[in-house]
């Protein structure tokens, strides 16, 4: 009985960490995503183009470039 009280603390505490971690990931993540968003709308996007197609436009001439 000792025992599985233990067992079900130790999932409860394991179930928080692991909730914590993935709201942490998440947020880092999307923090990420906004900055690149940015730099690429500031610095590296085509007139008349948006993020999404820059970022399409810059990821096939990476893929470009290790081709090489």
Partial sequence: ???SKLVK???KIAERVVDG???IE???VGGFN???DK???CFLINEGESVEEA????AAEQKKREER
């Fill in 1 to 3: 009985m000792v025992k």
């Fill in 9 to 11: 603390v130790n999932e």
């Fill in 21 to 23: 971690y993935k709201k």
């Fill in 26 to 28: 998440e947020e880092v």
């Fill in 34 to 36: 906004k900055i690149t």
């Fill in 39 to 41: 730099f690429v709308g």
């Fill in 55 to 58: 970022k399409i436009r810059l």
